[in-house]
């Protein structure tokens, strides 16, 4: 027997299979920070995957990427750390946050501050990404405002560079690029987020085969997608084909409208590694 769990993410949609173990192994007691690096590198792809659902769930295309960074003076006021540049995103978000209530303005952010270069792993000069909502920002003369305000002096610690998200499907690149940023350190939180998060559709299912889940015709394979039955993955990612509402089914408009925003796939996926 097996488990097949599917998450819904966005446009996004996982699948995961997993076999079912009736009598699942003690777990031993758990020791924070002794992790092995099997686990660790485990622990980075599922905030990779955890991200990228939350983002694809909660954010659209015109909402920001801010890295704030600091100037000398801005990185002896943190201290000079890691911890220090992160406690400064957060009370920056505060800063943006109340200005938005102000205005009646919902806001959603995430929170993942660096140290690292993501692609040599080299140490780097401390500094926080945030993606936020963009409403109440606007730009002018090449410049970044809230109201009347210029988002530097907003941060007051050095200069904020920002960018909209595009109109992506999937946000999976962007996760995957602000977590490899994080920190190496076992247990750590790769990234933070606001509390009003919409979450991803869940549900499982059992079947009986072990067969390899495989992506449907016509839709669009993402990064994430693997199968190998030595390490027990057995997992897709994927955009499903976009239906015609105007096509009938069973000679019936309404069914057919029914039927748009279903992609037609059971399944799902397992707990991540």
């Given at each position: 027997m097996y488990m097949v769990t599917k998450i819904v993410s966005g446009n996004v949609v996982e699948r995961r299979k997993t076999r079912i173990v009736r009598q699942p192994a003690k777990r031993g007691s758990r020791v924070r920070g002794n992790s092995s690096e099997r686990k660790i590198v485990g622990n980075?792809?599922?905030?990779?995957?955890?991200?990228?659902?939350?983002?694809?769930?909660?954010?659209?295309?015109?909402?920001?990427?801010?890295?704030a960074k600091f100037d000398a003076a801005g990185l002896e006021t943190v201290g000079g750390t890691f911890e220090g540049a992160r406690k400064a995103g957060r009370k920056?978000?505060?800063?943006?946050?109340?200005?938005?209530?102000?205005?009646?303005?919902?806001?959603?952010?995430?929170?993942?501050?660096?140290?690292?270069?993501?692609?040599?792993?080299?140490?780097?000069?401390?500094?926080v990404h945030i993606i936020i909502t963009g409403e109440g920002f606007e730009i002018r003369e090449k410049q970044l405002y809230f109201g009347a305000e210029l988002v530097d002096d907003i941060w007051g610690l050095g200069t904020v560079d920002w960018q909209p998200l595009r109109h992506q499907q999937d946000y999976y690149p962007l996760a995957a690029y602000l977590v490899n940023q994080a920190r190496g350190v076992a247990d750590e939180?790769?990234?933070?987020?606001?509390?009003?998060?919409?979450?991803?559709?869940?549900?499982?299912?059992?079947v009986t085969s072990g067969g390899?889940?495989?992506?449907?015709?016509?839709?669009?394979?993402?990064?994430?997608?693997?199968?190998?039955?030595?390490?027990g993955q057995n997992f897709?990612?994927?955009i499903p084909k976009t239906?015609?509402?105007?096509?009938?089914?069973?000679g019936h408009k309404e069914m057919a409208l029914a039927m748009a925003d279903k992609d037609g796939e059971g399944g799902g996926w397992n707990e991540l590694p």
């Open positions: 980075r792809e599922y905030a990779k995957l955890a991200l990228a659902r939350t983002i694809n769930c909660n954010m659209t295309p015109g909402d920001l990427w801010l890295t920056f978000i505060d800063r943006l946050v109340y200005r938005m209530r102000k205005l009646g303005l919902v806001c959603k952010w995430f929170l993942a501050a660096s140290e690292i270069d993501g692609e040599t792993g080299e140490l780097v000069r401390p500094h939180k790769k990234w933070t987020c606001s509390r009003n998060m919409s979450k991803p559709k869940v549900s499982r299912e059992i390899q889940l495989r992506v449907p015709a016509g839709a669009v394979e993402l990064p994430g997608t693997r199968y190998d039955p030595e390490k897709v990612r994927y239906r015609d509402p105007r096509r009938k089914v069973g």
